[in-house]
Nanobody, 118 residues
Protein backbone atom coordinates (compact mmCIF):
# COMPACT_ATOMS: atom_id res chain seq x y z
CA UNK A 1 0.00 0.00 0.00
CA UNK A 2 1.24 3.46 -0.85
CA UNK A 3 -0.12 6.65 0.67
CA UNK A 4 0.65 9.99 -0.94
CA UNK A 5 -0.34 13.13 0.88
CA UNK A 6 -0.40 16.52 -0.83
CA UNK A 7 -1.74 20.02 -0.48
CA UNK A 8 0.49 21.39 2.23
CA UNK A 9 2.28 24.69 2.10
CA UNK A 10 2.88 27.99 3.80
CA UNK A 11 -0.23 29.83 4.94
CA UNK A 12 -0.87 32.82 7.17
CA UNK A 13 -2.72 32.45 10.46
CA UNK A 14 -6.43 32.38 9.80
CA UNK A 15 -5.95 30.90 6.37
CA UNK A 16 -7.16 27.62 4.88
CA UNK A 17 -5.69 24.58 3.20
CA UNK A 18 -7.15 21.40 1.80
CA UNK A 19 -5.01 18.30 2.12
CA UNK A 20 -5.47 15.21 -0.02
CA UNK A 21 -4.17 11.71 0.50
CA UNK A 22 -4.42 9.11 -2.23
CA UNK A 23 -4.13 5.42 -1.41
CA UNK A 24 -2.97 2.75 -3.83
CA UNK A 25 -5.66 0.38 -2.61
CA UNK A 26 -9.31 0.61 -1.76
CA UNK A 27 -9.98 2.63 1.39
CA UNK A 28 -13.39 1.01 1.67
CA UNK A 29 -11.65 -2.11 2.92
CA UNK A 30 -10.23 -0.23 5.89
CA UNK A 31 -11.94 0.21 9.25
CA UNK A 32 -11.68 3.91 8.55
CA UNK A 33 -9.17 6.57 7.68
CA UNK A 34 -7.34 9.11 9.76
CA UNK A 35 -5.24 12.22 9.40
CA UNK A 36 -2.24 12.46 11.67
CA UNK A 37 0.32 15.17 12.26
CA UNK A 38 3.77 15.39 13.73
CA UNK A 39 5.22 18.67 14.85
CA UNK A 40 8.98 19.08 15.35
CA UNK A 41 10.10 17.36 18.52
CA UNK A 42 6.68 15.89 19.19
CA UNK A 43 5.03 12.53 18.72
CA UNK A 44 2.72 11.86 15.81
CA UNK A 45 -0.91 12.37 16.83
CA UNK A 46 -4.31 11.63 15.36
CA UNK A 47 -6.22 14.80 14.56
CA UNK A 48 -9.22 13.54 12.63
CA UNK A 49 -10.77 10.21 11.70
CA UNK A 50 -13.68 8.89 9.69
CA UNK A 51 -15.05 5.38 9.96
CA UNK A 52 -16.22 3.23 7.10
CA UNK A 53 -19.73 4.22 8.15
CA UNK A 54 -18.96 7.92 7.88
CA UNK A 55 -18.72 8.79 11.57
CA UNK A 56 -16.10 11.45 12.25
CA UNK A 57 -14.05 12.36 15.30
CA UNK A 58 -11.68 15.24 15.88
CA UNK A 59 -9.01 16.17 18.33
CA UNK A 60 -10.33 18.93 20.59
CA UNK A 61 -7.77 21.42 19.27
CA UNK A 62 -9.14 21.20 15.71
CA UNK A 63 -12.87 20.78 16.33
CA UNK A 64 -14.88 23.28 14.36
CA UNK A 65 -11.91 24.13 12.15
CA UNK A 66 -10.98 20.87 10.39
CA UNK A 67 -13.22 18.57 8.36
CA UNK A 68 -12.29 15.09 7.20
CA UNK A 69 -13.97 13.47 4.21
CA UNK A 70 -13.42 10.70 1.71
CA UNK A 71 -13.98 9.95 -1.95
CA UNK A 72 -14.14 6.17 -2.04
CA UNK A 73 -14.19 6.05 -5.82
CA UNK A 74 -10.84 7.84 -5.87
CA UNK A 75 -9.45 6.08 -2.78
CA UNK A 76 -8.71 9.52 -1.43
CA UNK A 77 -9.17 11.13 1.96
CA UNK A 78 -9.29 14.89 2.45
CA UNK A 79 -8.71 17.27 5.31
CA UNK A 80 -10.17 20.74 4.98
CA UNK A 81 -8.38 23.01 7.41
CA UNK A 82 -9.79 26.45 8.19
CA UNK A 83 -8.79 29.16 10.66
CA UNK A 84 -5.29 27.78 10.79
CA UNK A 85 -3.10 28.60 13.76
CA UNK A 86 0.69 28.55 14.15
CA UNK A 87 0.32 25.51 16.41
CA UNK A 88 -1.11 23.59 13.45
CA UNK A 89 2.33 23.63 11.87
CA UNK A 90 3.41 20.03 11.31
CA UNK A 91 3.91 17.26 8.81
CA UNK A 92 0.51 15.75 8.04
CA UNK A 93 -0.01 12.10 7.13
CA UNK A 94 -2.99 9.88 6.45
CA UNK A 95 -3.39 6.21 7.23
CA UNK A 96 -6.00 3.55 7.66
CA UNK A 97 -7.24 3.05 11.20
CA UNK A 98 -5.93 -0.07 12.83
CA UNK A 99 -7.93 -2.77 14.49
CA UNK A 100 -7.21 -1.28 17.91
CA UNK A 101 -7.18 2.36 19.03
CA UNK A 102 -3.82 3.99 18.50
CA UNK A 103 -2.79 1.61 15.78
CA UNK A 104 -2.67 2.10 12.03
CA UNK A 105 -3.23 -0.54 9.39
CA UNK A 106 -0.82 0.41 6.61
CA UNK A 107 2.79 1.55 6.23
CA UNK A 108 3.30 5.26 6.55
CA UNK A 109 3.70 7.23 3.38
CA UNK A 110 5.26 10.60 2.79
CA UNK A 111 3.45 13.36 4.53
CA UNK A 112 2.85 16.91 3.49
CA UNK A 113 4.23 19.89 5.39
CA UNK A 114 1.89 22.59 6.65
CA UNK A 115 3.49 25.76 7.92
CA UNK A 116 1.31 28.43 9.50
CA UNK A 117 3.21 31.65 9.88
CA UNK A 118 2.95 35.34 9.17
Amino acid sequence: VQLQASGGGLVQPGGSLRLSCAASRSIVSANGMGWYRQAPGKRRELVASITSGGATEYQDSVKGRFTISTDNAKNTVYLQMNSLKPEDTAHYYCNALGQFPGYVAWPWGQGTLVTVSS
